[in-house]
């Protein structure tokens, strides 16, 4: 079995926000003692715990054997959360209006859906809203990549302590307000503490995978903020007020060795420069560790032709497998889907359109509804994949891309931050960088059948020779934890 990892790094710098709680000195360096791992393999309670000779095994780099993780690394929420757990999968009555939407509305995807389900098919459709917003302003040749789970954490956290129409255009351009008119019974807290819960059912070590987020909140030495706003970072987000100096030339060192660690190597120099005058930064970090279920053997990957466009063409590793996959046909937009499995109920879908000028259709007609008929119409078959290797690195500065959904007032001397501060504050920097790897180690980082779908049993080649997408679903709370696009394997 071979392995898949994706890294992400976000980052919101707010200008001229908290009394600490942590001095940001002590905070970094604290030392812990690695957890300890049983050697068979399985905990007391029978859960899947992958020995460190596993990770030697199965690892793309040698930084990334587990018995180097340390306990600052990693949350047991199965200790720090001791409210009942079926909160998590309550399933609601989806409202009696959804029957007069029309066909297509994201309500309609509801039903029979848990809480948490529902919230992450609205954070899906604002990752694909987020996506097109990107590829908008990028050139078709550009490769993208995205961590949209990531990216609504850090504003779902900021949104608390927003007031007024600041806080509706953030809340709207997520979709939570349509998300809480779905019910009577949901309200803003329902969004937090789903929120809270996502973090209790993602992100744990014992699933055959490794999935990780770490929020960080350091604020300016004797800057006040309020109290209630630094507790909901804490009880809601685990995000422990820290103190820090912005202007001291070591936070940046330091912060940066933070990551460094968190992503295992991956992400080196994420802050480069910190304004001065900053005054609060959230930071989340997100990173996630994957074994694919059926294996690409190295000594099958050799160079084959990757059509960029209808003159171009570049020679690439190709990977190589044959094994039973789920996959399916979309003659609506003309694509192929193909869900390559990883272990502990994680996979990445390869959405691949037939035609070199498909892709503009595909980007503009991607939706949670989209996703859902594709994984509702597979059909297992043994197939033969051909991947092409790839690795992605990319940093954005968000503020533009938020603009175009609607985000305005958050980053003007008009924002409304009372929330957090009574002194006036604004964000001036929403940054992104995220990192995928995927070889023939793995990857680093990351209802009804409609009309238009067949399944795909006459196809038994997928071959991934043209610019595709990829999604990496966690399919039991429906999340979506990378995204992203491939025009150009050859290039970062």
């Given amino acids: 079995m071979k392995e898949l990892l994706c890294f992400a790094v976000f980052s919101i710098t707010v200008m001229f926000a908290t009394c600490g709680i942590k001095d940001f000195q002590v905070h970094f360096e604290q030392l812990h003692v690695a957890q300890s791992h049983d050697p068979r393999g399985l905990h007391s309670n029978g859960t899947l715990n992958l020995s460190p000779e596993f990770h030697k095994e199965n690892t793309v780099t040698n930084i990334l054997s587990a018995e180097e993780e340390e306990e600052e690394d990693y949350l047991d929420f199965e200790k720090i959360l001791n409210e009942d757990d079926d909160y998590f999968d309550i399933i609601d009555a989806v409202p009696e209006a959804v029957s007069d ?66 806080r509706e255009e953030v809340m709207d351009s997520l979709g939570f307000i349509e998300f809480i008119n779905a019910s009577s019974k949901y309200d803003t807290m329902t969004i937090h503490n789903l929120f809270h819960k996502l973090t209790h059912r993602l992100f744990r070590r014992n699933f055959g995978y490794t999935l990780r987020s770490v929020n960080d909140l350091y604020i300016q030495k004797q800057f006040p903020v309020l109290s209630d706003f630094k507790n909901n970072m804490k009880n809601y987000y685990f995000a422990e007020a820290q103190t820090a100096d912005f202007s001291d030339p070591n936070f940046i060192a330091k912060a940066n060795q933070r990551i460094l660690k968190i992503t295992k190597g991956l992400i080196k120099e994420a802050l480069v420069h910190v304004h001065p005058t900053t005054v609060m930064m959230i930071l989340n970090c997100l990173y996630f560790k994957g074994t694919w279920e059926n294996k690409f053997p190295v000594e099958m990957t050799q160079k084959r032709n990757f059509r960029l466009n209808e003159k171009e063409v570049v020679k690439v590793p190709m990977m190589q497998t044959k094994a039973n996959f789920l996959a399916t046909v979309d003659n609506e937009l003309d694509c192929g889907v193909l869900q390559l499995p990883y272990v502990g109920n994680i996979s990445m879908l390869i959405v691949l359109p037939y035609k070199l000028g498909g892709m503009k259709l595909l980007e503009k007609q991607l939706t949670p509804q989209v996703v859902e008929r594709w994984q509702q119409s597979m059909t297992n078959r043994t197939r033969e994949v051909i991947l092409p290797k790839f690795k992605l690195e990319k940093k954005y500065d968000l503020i533009q891309y938020l603009r175009s959904l609607g985000v305005n007032e958050l980053f003007t001397q008009n924002g409304n931050y009372s929330g957090i501060s009574d002194e006036s504050i604004v964000i001036d920097k929403f940054s992104h960088q995220g990192t995928i790897t995927v070889n023939e180690e793995g990857t680093e980082a990351a209802s009804v059948t409609t009309v238009g779908f067949m399944p795909l049993s006459a196809q038994i080649r997928f071959v991934v020779d043209r610019p595709f997408l990829f999604l990496i679903y966690e399919h039991r709370t429906s999340c979506l934890l990378f995204m992203g696009r491939v025009a150009n394997p050859s290039k970062f």
């Fill in 101 to 166: 939407f029309k066909q297509g509305n994201i309500l309609e995807l509801f039903h029979g859906k848990t809480r948490i389900q529902r919230l992450n098919i609205f954070n899906a459709n604002f990752a694909f809203n987020l996506y097109r917003s990107l590829k908008d302003k990028a050139n078709s040749t550009e490769n993208i990549l995205l961590a949209p789970v990531g990216i609504s954490t850090a504003m779902a956290m900021i949104s608390m302590g927003l007031r007024g129409q600041t």
